[in-house]
């Protein structure tokens, strides 16, 4: 016989808030050994379903939220616990979201921001066209300032930001050496260099499902002043797994000359966080367009 495990879904806009009240969201869960488990309209942004639980090594479930006129999400796999609580945090984003970098002002960016990037113009002028280089970048800087290398954050190597090699998708530093040992022996893996012009090694982070940051080293160039630095690479793909990345990920892109849209990892990145306690909060937000009328 199974137990029951309890299921509480929680679901956040792309500016971090929880929908209004009442808010009504057809939700689907499943799992890869049984199907479909329930399906229904549910009154928000939380709420609870109970679940069988049958402890035999199935019991992690996706779930996939749909808002009519907004679009869906999906999180998984969530791991259930008999006579417990489980929590699904999911991110739902506007169909036609835009970029909104009030929290990104040069003023109140954090100092070891300001010092990496340098160059407050060029920045201002990201800024005031809300480009995706400038979302791509925050995401980067803000899942390195997550990560723990030798007890320090990894952001903390960031020395210079090369602003001629900053694109859609990634851009390109200055990074202290220190680092190199710290990526061979810690929480990252070899992956194949590549699908990186240039770069000679390519380490990937594994701590999420999706959304995880690379740095990929560019070792035969050298700074024209300070031997200490390596120049790298950094991007972060949907996904962790090296087949899904290259089918789902890499193929459409180069087939369609698009870009791993930031707004994607930014989503995907928070949600992957927030099941392992970690709060992915780069300074700025997705907000729904006004009347066609981005807001301020």
């Given at each position: 016989?199974?137990?029951?495990?309890?299921?509480?879904?929680?679901?956040?806009?792309g500016e971090r808030e929880p929908f209004p009240e009442g808010t009504e969201f057809l939700v689907t869960i499943s799992d890869l050994k049984r199907g479909r488990l329930f399906?229904?309209?549910?009154g928000g942004p939380s709420f609870p379903v109970n679940l069988p639980f049958h402890d035999d090594g199935s019991d992690h479930v996706n779930v996939v939220a749909?808002?009519?006129?907004?679009?869906?999400?999906?999180?998984?796999?969530?791991?259930?616990?008999?006579?417990?609580?489980?929590?699904?945090?999911?991110?739902?984003?506007?169909?036609?979201?835009?970029?909104?970098?009030?929290?990104?002002?040069?003023r109140a960016l954090p100092e070891e921001l300001r010092a990496f990037f340098r160059e407050e113009d060029k920045y201002g002028q990201l800024l005031e066209l809300k480009e995706e280089r400038l979302a791509t970048l925050l995401n980067v800087v803000t899942a390195a300032q997550l990560i723990d290398l030798g007890?320090?954050?990894?952001?903390?190597?960031?020395?210079?930001?090369?602003?001629?090699?900053l694109m859609p998708d990634r851009f390109m530093g200055w990074v202290d050496r220190a680092i190199v040992p710290l990526l061979e022996n810690g929480?990252?893996?070899?992956s194949p260099a590549g699908l990186h012009a240039g770069a000679t090694r390519t380490f990937k982070q594994l701590q999420?499902?999706?959304?995880?940051?690379?740095?990929?080293?560019?070792?035969n160039d050298r700074h024209p002043t300070r031997p200490e630095l390596v120049l790298v690479e950094f991007d972060m793909d949907l996904y962790q797994d090296l087949l899904l990345h290259g089918l789902l990920?890499?193929?459409?892109n180069h087939a369609t000359g698009g870009k791993t849209d930031p707004r994607m990892v930014y989503m995907l990145r928070w949600m992957a966080g927030k099941q392992q306690g970690q709060n992915f909060a780069p300074p700025y937000v997705v907000r729904e367009e006004e009347a066609g009328v981005a807001r301020a």
């Open positions: 016989m199974s137990d029951t495990a309890h299921l509480m879904i929680n679901v956040f806009n399906r229904g309209e549910r749909f808002l009519d006129r907004v679009g869906q999400t999906a999180l998984g796999p969530v791991k259930l616990r008999p006579k417990a609580w489980a929590a699904a945090d999911l991110m739902l984003l506007p169909n036609e979201g835009e970029l909104n970098f009030a929290q990104a002002t040069w007890g320090r954050s990894a952001f903390s190597f960031f020395e210079e930001l090369v602003w001629g090699k929480p990252f893996k070899p999420f499902p999706f959304a995880n940051i690379q740095f990929s080293l560019h070792e990920e890499v193929l459409p």
